[in-house]
């Protein structure tokens, strides 16, 4: 919602004229598709013991994401 609200606000700073319908136009562009939020349709287990007993028991493979360091990259 901060991030529409941020938009109409810069496009109204921008002299751009809004209309009642721009605000739902912009909110379906920003706002995530169901396409897009497939992910969350997966049932992940925080750990990995329980993920390889699931992932067994289901007969499918597991992916394991391991990283090193800071998530954004800041060292």
Partial sequence: ??????????????????????????????WPQPTELSWETIPWTPAFGEGLEAA?????????????GHPLGCT
């Fill in 1 to 30: 919602m901060t991030l529409v609200l941020s938009l109409l606000g810069w496009l109204a700073l921008a002299g751009a004229d809004l209309i009642p319908g721009d605000i739902d136009r912009i909110q379906t562009r920003v």
């Fill in 56 to 68: 067994n028991e289901a007969r499918k493979p597991v992916l394991l994401w391991v990283m090193n």
